[in-house]
């Protein structure tokens, strides 16, 4: 909303809608609002065609995409359509050089579509702890907030910040130290 009244509009697609994103995006080229075309968690599985309609979006297939459309997704895969080993067999080594096949190349070239791309990596146990600390500035006993958190962290087998923001929830918000 902080940027609405300098014309940036937000528009949310499911996954499953994305084979109309050509459809969508020529619609909003004419507005005089700029977009975000925003898919949350994306990925696709096997057969689906809807990442090719994203990619030509993306990039353009005759046409340039329009200036006035950015499309961002988050996603919990670093390759958005499925990897099998298979794929991997018609790769081949050509003077020290991994020429991978296609199916792989197909499968990489729609994530390398997107200009920015963040990852989050596991948290040393410190930093993790540096992350519950921040969302519970006010406990009253850190020492055991730190016990919880670590316990809470192991029992999901990885420590980052959004194992962190889910302690914070699983808590509604307050500070587990005190609870007898």
Request: include cysteine; charge should be negative.
């Amino acid at each position: 909303n902080e940027y609405a009244g300098q014309g940036l509009r937000i528009v949310e697609m499911d996954r499953d809608d994305l084979i109309h994103l050509p459809e969508v995006v020529d619609e909003l080229e004419n507005e005089p609002f700029r977009f975000i075309v925003y898919c949350d968690d994306l990925a696709f599985s096997a057969g689906e065609s809807g990442y090719r309609a994203l990619k030509s979006a993306m990039e353009g297939s005759l046409e340039m995409p329009p200036e006035n459309v950015k499309i961002y997704a988050t996603s919990n895969r670093r390759h958005l359509l499925p990897e099998r080993m298979a794929d991997n067999v018609a790769s081949k080594m050509v003077e020290d050089e991994l020429h991978p096949a296609e199916a792989i190349e197909e499968q990489v070239s729609l994530a390398d579509r997107f200009g920015l791309q963040l990852s989050f990596y596991p948290f040393s146990q410190d930093r993790y702890l540096e992350a519950v600390d921040a969302l519970y500035p006010q406990a009253n006993d850190r020492h055991r907030l730190h016990i919880l958190a670590v316990r809470f962290a192991t029992e999901r087998g990885v420590r980052n910040g959004r194992t962190a923001a889910q302690f914070y929830r699983a808590n509604g918000g307050s500070d587990p130290s005190t609870d007898s």
